[in-house]
């Protein structure tokens, strides 16, 4: 089991910057890579970040094209905590973000919600126009 906790989340305006973390506890050494996921109200959960946990991979990082130049996904495998550096935020940016783990390592898998097995309870992460 690997248990998830995630902080930072917080109001900001719009162009600001926040950064989230997620803390990684239990069986860390089964993860291959921490994703991040947001759900706006109504909508479907989807992929922002992702990020290779295992050390030969080189920590490989994955965006969401929505993201892209403005957020970045770190790791301190030491601390066994994942960061997301969110700066230019927008309104739409606004959501839940959950933390997330998986057993799997590669481009084709990082994007896919069902491939992760360990989720954190979220943070609340509101832009204001």
């Known amino acids: 089991q690997v248990q998830l906790v995630e902080s930072g989340g917080g109001l900001v305006q719009a162009g600001g910057s926040l950064r989230v973390s997620c803390a990684a506890s239990?069986?860390?050494?089964?993860?291959?890579?921490m994703g991040w996921f947001r759900q706006a109200p109504g909508k479907e959960r989807e992929f922002v970040a992702a990020v290779a946990v295992i050390n030969w991979n080189g920590g490989s990082t994955y965006y969401a094209d929505s993201v892209k130049g403005r957020f970045t996904i770190s790791r301190d495998n030491a601390k066994n905590t994942v960061y997301l550096q969110m700066n230019s935020l927008k309104p739409e940016d606004t959501a839940v973000y959950y933390c997330a783990a998986s057993l799997r390592l590669g481009s084709y898998y990082v994007r896919i919600t069902a491939e992760y097995v360990y989720w954190g309870q979220g943070t609340q992460v509101t832009v204001s126009s």
């Open positions: 239990g069986r860390t050494s089964s993860t291959y890579t």
